[in-house]
């Protein structure tokens, strides 16, 4: 009997150290980072608008083509060249040769592959733990089962809803719904990997803070 309960209270002390353990370390993983899969590899974008209205002509692109920067990938009958501001890949082109445009007129949006990088939106309450020049780990989907290092290079002023001119406000019958508000986050690989070519796919992201 003595020799069960011995073996028992040793099973329960285990137990409890695997415990203590498994809490200090979640503790720990609190204080020093802060993970989140709400993240992306991006890119910025760019728009060309005609600076006047007339004919499309000479269209050079489709949605998919790879540009230069400066380079000529329209013109308006009659009137200026539309060029490339960055070097880069069109994401969108919804025009057609012989189409009449406009300065209100997308002819294409192009990213800047080569400036790509890991886009991760941080709620409210953790803000202001996240400073430029952080350490990252990042884990990109598109190559599974690596990690690579990375760092804040910029951390937004601005919700996303704001930038989305997305605004609530307070109505006369006193009804509001409270919801949490995420800032725009930039992630830089140290690594050198270029990301021009998974724009869009999912990331997740663990910042030491501490």
């Known amino acids: 009997m003595k020799k069960v309960t011995k073996r028992v209270l040793s099973v329960v002390a285990v137990l409890v150290i695997i415990g203590l353990g498994v809490g200090y370390y979640f503790y720990w993983e609190n204080e020093h980072f802060l993970t989140t899969d709400n993240?992306?590899?991006?890119?910025?974008?760019?728009?060309?608008?005609?600076?006047?209205?007339?004919?499309?002509?000479?269209?050079?692109?489709?949605q998919g083509t790879a540009v230069k920067q400066d380079e000529i990938i329209a013109r308006i009958e009659d009137g200026p060249?539309?060029?490339?501001?960055?070097?880069?890949?069109?994401?969108?082109?919804?025009?057609?040769?012989?189409?009449?445009?406009?300065?209100?007129?997308?002819?294409?949006?192009?990213?800047?592959?080569?400036?790509?990088?890991?886009?991760?939106?941080?709620?409210?309450?953790?803000?202001?733990?996240?400073?430029?020049?952080?350490?990252?780990?990042?884990?990109?989907?598109?190559?599974?089962?690596?990690?690579?290092?990375?760092?804040?290079?910029?951390?937004?002023?601005?919700?996303?809803?704001?930038?989305?001119?997305?605004?609530?406000?307070?109505?006369?019958?006193?009804?509001y719904t409270k919801v949490v508000q995420l800032l725009p986050v930039k992630i830089t690989l140290d690594d050198g990997l270029f990301l021009g070519n998974i724009i869009g796919t999912n990331a997740t992201v663990k910042i030491r803070i501490k």
């Not at 590899?41 to 060309?48: D, E, G, K, M, S």
């Not at 007339?54 to 050079?60: A, D, P, R």
């Not at 409210?124 to 780990?137: D, H, M, P, R």
């Open 81 to 175: 060249a539309l060029k490339a501001p960055v070097s880069g890949q069109v994401v969108k082109c919804d025009v057609v040769s012989g189409q009449t445009v406009s300065p209100a007129t997308a002819v294409a949006v192009l990213a800047d592959t080569a400036g790509a990088y890991v886009g991760a939106n941080i709620e409210e309450n953790n803000i202001l733990k996240v400073q430029a020049g952080q350490e990252v780990s990042v884990k990109l989907d598109a190559y599974p089962g690596q990690t690579f290092s990375g760092h804040i290079a910029q951390v937004d002023q601005v919700t996303q809803s704001a930038l989305k001119g997305n605004t609530t406000t307070l109505t006369t019958s006193g009804t």
């Open 39 to 62: 993240a992306k590899v991006t890119a910025t974008l760019y728009t060309v608008v005609p600076s006047a209205s007339g004919k499309l002509e000479k269209l050079k692109i489709t």
